[in-house]
């Protein structure tokens, strides 16, 4: 978790997901998600990232 950001009910984080694929290679992907909390449950959870950041990495590890 690179930032952490809270208001109300709604909370923000960004962060780095790393992937390891079976061939051993990593996907390193910035991401930002947001959730939604009522009574202590999440209720919305939401992920957002660039897509084709994921695939031309993936792309590099399939060679």
């Given at each position: 978790?690179?930032?952490?950001?809270?208001?109300?009910?709604?909370v923000?984080?960004?962060?780095?997901?790393?992937?390891?694929?079976?061939?051993?290679?990593?996907?390193t992907?910035?991401?930002?998600?947001?959730?939604?909390?009522?009574?202590?449950?999440?209720?919305?959870?939401?992920d957002?990232?660039?897509?084709?950041?994921?695939?031309?990495?993936?792309a590099a590890?399939?060679?």
């Open positions: 978790m690179t930032n952490i950001a809270a208001t109300g009910n709604v923000l984080n960004e962060r780095i997901d790393v992937f390891t694929h079976e061939s051993g290679g990593e996907i992907l910035p991401v930002m998600g947001t959730v939604t909390i009522e009574d202590g449950v999440i209720i919305v959870w939401r957002y990232f660039d897509p084709g950041d994921f695939d031309r990495q993936l590890i399939k060679g």
